[in-house]
């Protein structure tokens, strides 16, 4: 589809599906321990466990839908066919998983959550890939995934608002925190769905991939691509250390610093978010892509030492700490989607073929991977310390709250970081990388560029 043809109207009714799905997202890794282990009694260490285990699913689902959203030609729109189908699961997985019975154990929590994931992989990945055919343009992409993110960040305001709302009343509990967001997410969902599936057209379909996909196809697909590899290599190690801190920050916001309404804090966290996307889009506009993530997760490192040393009563250096964090989100939500897309062009002039769905597969089951580590693994860490859910911790416990949170995410991101600078691929290169893929559909004699042919030589 040409940039030519991408309105305003279709650009903001695809990206208000990430409304919904923002609301619910952060909200999982924030509230989903507390409620279960401090209000329904289950083990921290049980439900790290089961956040990992669920995840194991994905390394099926992922490739799977991906494969299907890319092969699948149903006369409604390969794409579009999974907006309704995605929908119904995802709702269904989180009314189980916020909506639980009293008397829940740690299986039905497998369950509902593992439902949930699937829901969101049937519904997320086709999405994704959908976004990226829109245009081919570089930096219109940046546009429509800018435009996703910032209904995304405003359905984690709404998710911040909503908590801080029913905190603020008396006897609130975090299965009232709950049941508010799911209500909020049911409704919001299926209007979004429909509304971007009534007015987003289905991009101009492709020759279905030829080959059959698998484990070494992905692995020389993956050796191929070297920006394609950094990219998700960065974006799995992020994040990881992001959900890292995400999954105890209550615990540490209560436990160590003493704030008394958690929520309020994080609705100035992702307002700072939303703001900041525009000036994050004009980032990546002046510096590359790849540059203007690492300099957002330079800042990710640096805020993440500095709430080591905090200590009990410094709510306001918390919150501006946090608020910083909060600035950086947009760079973390834009940039990598945008990248994926771009390095997915390498591919089709490498072999002719359009695999979107498969990239963001690959991309997504790897980041999926690193939430499901970065969720569950401080839980399980937090448990073999002794921590408790429900308070009364002694000084070593809260000690080790205060490494999980600041120092272990800190040195994670490092890696993250490392991972970007080798990044090439270029608002010019990729330039001329479309203008050789539009020539190549009337001239197969065209040279490729420089740098396409040497990987081509490489591979």
């Known amino acids: 589809m040409s940039n030519?043809?991408?309105?305003?109207?279709?650009?903001?009714?695809?990206?208000?599906?990430?409304?919904?799905?923002?609301?619910?997202?952060?909200?999982?890794?924030?509230?989903?321990a507390p409620f279960y282990a401090g209000e329904l009694g289950l083990s921290l260490a049980a439900i790290g466990t089961m956040l990992m285990l669920s995840r194991l699913s994905d390394f099926v689902s992922d490739p799977l839908i991906g494969l299907l959203s890319d092969r699948w030609r149903p006369s409604i729109g390969r794409r579009k066919v999974w907006l309704p189908i995605g929908t119904v699961v995802m709702m269904s997985g989180v009314y189980l998983l916020f909506r639980p019975p009293a008397d829940v154990g740690i299986v039905y929590f497998l369950i509902a959550v593992s439902m949930t994931y699937l829901g969101y992989t049937t519904l997320q990945l086709p999405y994704t890939a959908w976004g990226a055919e829109l245009s081919p343009q570089y930096h219109i992409r940046t546009k429509i995934t800018a435009t996703s993110k910032?209904?995304?960040?405003?359905?984690?305001?709404?998710?911040?608002?909503?908590?801080?709302?029913?905190?603020?009343?008396?006897?609130?509990?975090?299965?009232?925190?709950?049941?508010?967001?799911?209500?909020?997410?049911?409704?919001?969902?299926?209007?979004?769905?429909?509304?971007a599936f009534i007015n987003v057209p289905e991009p101009q379909a492709q020759p279905a991939p030829k080959k059959k996909i698998n484990a070494k196809e992905v692995g020389k697909l993956l050796m191929r691509n070297k920006p394609f590899a950094l990219v998700t290599i960065a974006l799995f190690i992020a994040t990881v250390a992001e959900v890292f801190r995400q999954t105890v920050t209550v615990f540490f916001a209560t436990e160590i610093i003493g704030v008394e309404n958690v929520g309020t804090v994080y609705?100035?966290?992702?307002?700072?978010?939303?703001?900041?996307?525009?000036?994050?889009?004009?980032?990546?506009?002046?510096?590359?892509?790849?540059?203007?993530?690492?300099?957002?997760l330079c800042i990710v490192l640096g805020t993440n030492i500095c709430m080591y040393f905090l200590e009990a009563g410094q709510t306001t250096a918390f919150i501006v700490?946090?608020?910083?964090?909060?600035?950086?989100?947009?760079?973390?939500?834009i940039f990598p989607g945008a990248m994926i897309a771009d390095c997915a062009d390498i591919d089709t002039a490498l072999t002719g073929e359009r695999q979107?769905?498969?990239?963001?597969?690959?991309?997504?089951?790897?980041?999926?991977?690193?939430?499901?580590?970065?969720?569950?693994?401080?839980?399980?860490?937090?448990?073999?310390?002794?921590?408790?859910?429900?308070?009364?911790?002694?000084?070593?416990?809260?000690?080790?709250?205060?490494?999980?949170?600041?120092?272990?995410?800190?040195?994670?991101?490092?890696?993250?970081?490392?991972?970007?600078?080798?990044?090439?691929?270029?608002?010019?290169?990729h330039r001329e990388l479309q203008d050789y893929l539009e020539k190549k559909k009337t001239d197969d004699t065209v040279t490729p560029p420089v740098f396409l042919q040497s990987f081509k030589a490489n591979n």
């Open 321 to 333: 700490l946090f608020v910083i964090k909060g600035s950086c989100y947009g760079a973390l939500a």
């Open 150 to 195: 910032f209904f995304d960040t405003s359905g984690l305001v709404i998710s911040t608002m909503i908590p801080a709302y029913i905190l603020s009343r008396a006897g609130a509990t975090s299965g009232d925190i709950m049941e508010g967001l799911s209500l909020f997410f049911l409704i919001a969902l299926p209007v979004c769905a429909t509304v």
């Open 4 to 32: 030519t043809k991408l309105t305003r109207k279709t650009i903001l009714s695809y990206g208000m599906v990430s409304l919904p799905i923002g609301v619910i997202g952060v909200p999982m890794g924030i509230y989903l």
């Open 356 to 429: 979107q769905g498969l990239f963001f597969a690959i991309s997504t089951m790897l980041q999926k991977l690193g939430f499901a580590i970065g969720q569950g693994l401080p839980l399980v860490l937090l448990g073999y310390v002794g921590f408790n859910a429900m308070g009364g911790n002694g000084p070593e416990e809260l000690y080790w709250l205060s490494f999980i949170y600041g120092v272990a995410p800190a040195a994670v991101a490092g890696f993250a970081i490392a991972a970007l600078i080798p990044y090439s691929l270029t608002a010019a290169r």
């Open 267 to 296: 609705v100035y966290y992702f307002a700072c978010a939303l703001i900041m996307i525009p000036f994050w889009n004009r980032v990546g506009k002046k510096l590359e892509k790849h540059r203007a993530l690492a300099l957002a």
